[in-house]
Every structure is written in structure tokens, then in C-alpha cells.
T-cell receptor
Framework: DTGVSQDPRHKITKRGQNVTFRCDPI?????LYWYRQTLGQGPEFLTY????????KSRLLSDRFSAERPKGSFSTLEIQRTEQGDSAMYLC?????????????FGSGTRLTVV | LAKTTQPISMDSYEGQEVNITCSHN???????ITWYQQFPSQGPRFIIQ???TKVTNEVASLFIPADRKSSTLSLPRVSLSDTAVYYC???????????????FGKGTRLHILP
């Protein structure tokens, strides 16, 4: 296990289309986080899971966004009816609860471009 | 969560020591100070963490004064590959049963010149 994997690395979609991203965390990590990052800004928290339970969602996560983590393993983030404002880097991170916070390991992200 | 303030950008030259200072006046007793590094098109990566005085690892040193209201990340003898954004984070306490998540600011864009 070499770290957090995200797929795809890049996605170009037309406005109005649905997109889905996948994150595979480090296998023993029970926490999984999604962040969004736009150019020149720090990553913004979207949501996180403890095993399969989604424990918190940011107000940034509109009704068009949905995240799942079936069986507490990989996670998917779906954006429905994409808008140009959704263009961003979507980052996934995982950690082991109760470990020092340097247990947060980030993936390389999925860059979404909505045209 | 304690708010942090750090310079928006810094320039330095190869071989120099770079110090990035972060202010966190409202740091709580149980809060730790953590720095992350982010290269373009990659996710952030943990660099160093500390609670007080000085911490050193193979990448950097972290200096924290007694009042803990600020901290300084020190990168010795930087190279071009140290060009990145550096984030100072406060408010996460390791080994505590908390549900905190990392909240990032805008960070400091460090540009190393040849």
C-alpha cells in the first residue's frame, strides 16, 4: 500500500454533466476526508467519514454533491449537474483516528474542469 | 480553532536558510502547531509538528517561543525543489479522542530563486 490513490487525475466535463471521483485510502486508515482546492487558495474541507459513517458535511457541500464510503473502504464523490464554479482540485485524505495528526495522508487529487 | 496569520509569499535564494513565521495569538492549551507543504498538483504533505520550544527533523526545524503565540518554520539551505506553499495549522491535538478536521488557511507561497 503506497498511499492514498485518487482516480481520475484529471477530468474535463461539460456543464450539466455528472461526474464521480474515487478515493482509495491507506488500508488501515478508518477516517477519510474530502477537500476542494481552487487556484491560490488552501484546501477547503467538504466532508469526512469514520469507517462507513459520514460524520460531518461542510456547508460548501451543496445538494448536488454526494459522498459515500461503502463498507468503510474506498470512497466516491459525485457531483451532479456540474457548474463552472465546480472547477477545482478535489483532494482526498485518510488518517487513523486517535493517531497524531501527522497521520493525515493526502492523495494527489483529481483536477476537475467544467467547460 | 485558533486562527493563524502567515505571510502570503516569500522569495529566497538557493542555499539560504528560510524562516516562515506564523502568528496564532488564540492558541489553546492543548493545541499543537503543525506545518504542511504542498507542491503544485499534489496534495499537502506533513512536514513537522510541535508543542513548545524546538523540534527538528530531517526536513525542517520548528521554533516555538514560551508564550506559543507564534511559531517559526526554518528550512535550512533551501533548493529549487523547496518551492511550494507552506501551511501553518493550529488546533489539532494528537492522541486525543477528537473529531477535528484540518482547516487550511491560504498558506505562504515560497519561491526559491537560483
Amino acid at each position: 500500500d503506497t498511499g492514498v490513490s485518487q482516480d481520475p487525475r484529471h477530468k474535463i466535463t461539460k456543464r450539466g454533466q455528472n461526474v464521480t471521483f474515487r478515493c482509495d485510502p491507506i488500508s488501515e486508515h478508518n477516517r477519510l476526508y474530502w477537500y476542494r482546492q481552487t487556484l491560490g487558495q488552501g484546501p477547503e474541507f467538504l466532508t469526512y467519514f469514520q469507517n462507513e459513517a459520514q460524520l460531518e458535511k461542510s456547508r460548501l457541500l451543496s445538494d448536488r454533491f454526494s459522498a459515500e464510503r461503502p463498507k468503510g473502504s474506498f470512497s466516491t464523490l459525485e457531483i451532479q449537474r456540474t457548474e463552472q464554479g465546480d472547477s477545482a482540485m478535489y483532494l482526498c485524505a485518510s488518517s487513523l483516528r486517535a493517531e497524531p495528526n501527522y497521520g493525515y495522508t493526502f492523495g494527489s487529487g483529481t483536477r476537475l474542469t467544467v467547460v | 480553532l485558533a486562527k493563524t496569520t502567515q505571510p502570503i509569499s516569500m522569495d529566497s535564494y538557493e542555499g539560504q536558510e528560510v524562516n516562515i513565521t506564523c502568528s496564532h495569538n488564540n492558541i489553546a492549551t492543548n493545541d499543537y502547531i503543525t506545518w504542511y507543504q504542498q507542491f503544485p498538483s499534489q496534495g499537502p504533505r506533513f512536514i513537522i509538528q510541535g508543542y513548545k520550544t524546538k523540534v527538528t527533523n530531517e526536513v525542517a526545524s520548528l521554533f516555538i517561543p514560551a508564550d506559543r503565540k507564534s511559531s517559526t518554520l526554518s528550512l535550512p539551505r533551501v533548493s529549487l525543489s523547496d518551492t511550494a506553499v507552506y501551511y501553518c495549522l493550529v488546533g489539532l491535538a494528537p492522541r486525543m479522542n477528537r473529531d477535528d478536521k484540518i482547516i487550511f488557511g491560504k498558506g505562504t507561497r515560497l519561491h526559491i530563486l537560483p
